[in-house]
């Protein structure tokens, strides 16, 4: 593939990601930031988490983002009374033929929103464990593959605990991101007033497709990335672990338990394509630093002080990137 046609596919690229951000802006208010987030795991073949106190728009921001991809979406609220086959599908006797055929579940869509996960028990959560890393799912006995792209958006409240199920350490190792939702500003909230207490409301447009967005998928992952750039990503995660040689102070005082290796590989991946998305063509450290919060903040175990002393993963984090210089 020649440079100058490598050229006009990152700038169409960026063109077609512009516009996701014009139609999906129509609708969501908020911190910039958090849709950004969003493109990058797209582009990434990744699923978001999203976190934030009830009413920032968390489920706004997830279907019009999905709404825009011009793919099959699908919502699934989470209930404490919801069945893993509510979410899979099952097999159903049909009484003329006597045979049993798939009823697919809502699990069989391009874009699938897991509104408030937390909500259901770890039983129902289980059922996304396999689709989420293998994009398939088996029924039954049978396995059933998903037609690509496929990425599963959650959302859940941090402050309510009551009637919630706190989602396992290998369900939130499956998250690209996990992106904070934050509380809009007083100019963002007067905008949300004037938006959505008039007679109109403005409606998000559908500006993708399916394979424009597999395109994209495989042209981030041709960003070159220099060894040390690597390098870096490496000794970022391996300083999560309280007993690495060298950890920071931070980690040792507040971490029971490091990031997995898919923290190092979200980190490569999204700085990948925050080179693409800035007209980059290999990846630098401060992209990596960009996308360090995102990509660990849910993968570290912290220990019962961080808890009594009310120290965030993103402190622990932002320690790391003290520290941890590139050589």
Known sequence: MSQALQISEVEAARERLDDVRRQVSRVYIGEASALD????????????????????????????????????????????????????????????????????????????????????????????????????????????????????????????????????????????????????????LVEIADRTTGTVTPQAEPVASGDTIAAMQELARGVPIARHVTEYAARLLKATHPDAEGAPGAVRQYVRYGASPRGMQAMILAGKILALLDGRYNVAYDDLRQAARPALRHRLILNFDAQAEGVAADTVIDAILAEVQPE
């Open 37 to 188: 987030m969003l493109l990058v795991a797209l582009l990434a073949r990744g699923h978001v988490l999203l976190e934030g106190v009830p009413g920032v728009a968390k489920t706004t921001l997830a279907k019009a983002f999905a709404h825009t991809l011009g793919c099959s979406v699908r919502r699934i609220q989470f209930t404490p009374d919801l069945l893993p086959a509510d979410i899979t599908g099952t097999y159903v006797l049909d009484p003329r033929s006597g045979a049993f055929s798939l009823r697919a579940g809502p699990i069989f869509a391009n874009v699938v929103l897991a509104d408030e996960i937390n909500r259901a028990p770890a039983k129902t959560q289980s059922a996304l464990l396999e689709v989420m890393q293998e994009r398939q799912v088996t029924i039954e006995g049978s396995s059933f593959a998903l037609l690509p792209p496929f990425m599963a958006l959650a959302t859940q409240n941090p402050i309510e605990q009551e009637g919630t199920y706190p989602l396992p350490e290998a369900q939130l190792d499956r998250f690209f991101f996990k992106v904070d939702v934050p509380f809009p500003t007083v100019d963002e």
